[in-house]
Structures are given as structure tokens and as C-alpha cells.
């Protein structure tokens, strides 16, 4: 069992069209993290949320963090074919120091 | 390039055998982490030093082991590997705690045979 659930696993769309990725836990996570693999490299850190209900903008990309500090969202707007890859959530456990990480969206984004 | 180096990128040995992984973390960062990383399964925490000390386990097998040398590298060893321990591996390093986020090497592919 997944402490963390990331849903959808797979999702392939076209260029230009918006899309959601979402991270659920039962747990509650002192800071969350995203990360994007490409093919043969290893994760990329894209943003650590900290505080419940927070959100922070990465250029097309907005990452929020649940109020509850048990879930969080990634949201691409105008997607490119350049955000294709393996979009993975990450968080730390209340009380402890692991990093754990759901299994990870794979995303096409097709011209 | 992330700054956190590692070596071998592929390894191809026989069951029974055993193989060492080696990472340099970023210059600067005190902490290591191993992670394993296979289809199924996703990214699997294994083990983590800080400054050379053994700071928190995950799910590693009793025959694997790691260490963290005085110039901070590390070393993970993979011992009467099995079919199942072919994956992906992967080191990350932070300045302190997880907190901080990772910086992930570009890990080393192991397939046993």
C-alpha cells in the first residue's frame, strides 16, 4: 500500500490543453515535495510546500498544498510537449526525516 | 549536470554475485540517500547518512549494506543479488534534512541475469 496516491498514473493529451494531477495521503505531511523524471535521469526537484492551503506558481505550473496537509495538486495550464515526463509527489511524514514517494503520473503531452 | 555523481550508469552481472554502487554527493551537502527505484514498486527509500553516520532505514534487504566514507561519499553494496534486484538506483544528497529537497544523481541501471 501507497502512502502516497497519485492519480491519474498515466494521462496523454495534446498541446495547449490544461491538466491536473493530484497526490492523496491519509497521512498528514509536515512539507511536500514535486519532483519530474525524464527518461534515464534521475528526479528534478520542482517545489517544496510547507504550509497547509498554500499554492506557488512556477511559471505555467501551480502546485497547492491541501489545508489539511494531507493531499496536494499540480496543474499544468497550455501544456507543451516539453512538460512530458514522470511527475512524482513526495512528502515528510509529521515527526519523522524520510522522504516517501507515491508512484508518480506519467504525462504525454503529444503536438 | 546535478552535481551529485554517479557511478557506474550500468551494470549487468549474474545472480549470486556482488556489486558496489558509488555516489558523490554535491559538494557541500552532509546527507545521502539511496533509493530504489523499479516499475512496480516506484521510488523505495533504503538508507541515509548524514556526515557519516547511518541516520534512518528503509525497506533494505539485509543483503545490502552502505556506508559513508570520510570525504562524504558513499558505497552500496548489493550482495547475492537476485533476479529482483535488477532497478534503478539512485543516490540523492541535501545540504541537511529532507526538507531541504533532493538533488538526485542520474542513478545506475543494475540488471542481474
Known amino acids: 500500500t501507497q502512502l502516497l496516491e497519485q492519480s491519474p498514473q498515466f494521462l496523454s493529451i495534446q498541446e495547449g490543453e490544461n491538466l491536473t494531477v493530484y497526490c492523496n495521503s491519509s497521512s498528514v505531511f509536515s512539507s511536500l515535495q514535486w519532483y519530474r523524471q525524464e527518461p534515464g535521469e534521475g528526479p528534478v526537484l520542482l517545489v517544496t510546500?510547507?504550509?497547509?492551503?498554500e499554492v506557488k506558481k512556477l511559471k505555467r505550473l501551480t502546485f497547492q498544498f491541501g489545508d489539511a496537509r494531507k493531499d496536494s495538486s499540480l496543474h499544468i495550464t497550455a501544456a507543451q510537449p516539453g512538460d512530458t515526463g514522470l511527475y512524482l509527489c513526495a512528502g515528510i511524514i509529521q515527526g519523522a526525516q524520510k522522504l516517501v514517494f507515491g508512484q508518480g503520473t506519467r504525462l504525454t503531452i503529444n503536438p | 549536470d546535478s552535481g551529485v555523481t554517479q557511478t557506474p550508469k550500468h551494470l549487468i552481472t549474474a545472480t549470486g554475485q556482488r556489486v558496489t554502487l558509488r555516489c558523490s554527493p554535491r559538494s557541500g551537502d552532509l546527507s545521502v540517500y539511496w533509493y530504489q527505484q523499479s516499475l512496480d514498486q516506484g521510488l523505495q527509500f533504503l538508507i541515509q547518512?548524514?556526515?557519516?553516520?547511518?541516520?534512518a532505514k528503509g525497506n533494505i534487504l539485509e543483503r545490502f549494506s552502505a556506508q559513508q566514507f570520510p570525504d562524504l561519499h558513499s558505497e552500496l553494496n548489493l550482495s547475492s543479488l537476485e533476479l529482483g534486484d535488477s532497478a534503478l538506483y539512485f543516490c540523492?544528497?541535501?545540504?541537511?534534512?529532507?526538507?531541504?529537497?533532493?538533488?538526485f544523481g542520474s542513478g545506475t541501471r543494475l540488471t542481474v541475469v
Open positions: 540523492a544528497s541535501s545540504v541537511g534534512g529532507a526538507g531541504y529537497g533532493y538533488t
Open positions: 547518512y548524514y556526515n557519516g553516520e547511518e541516520r
Open positions: 510546500v510547507v504550509t497547509g492551503g
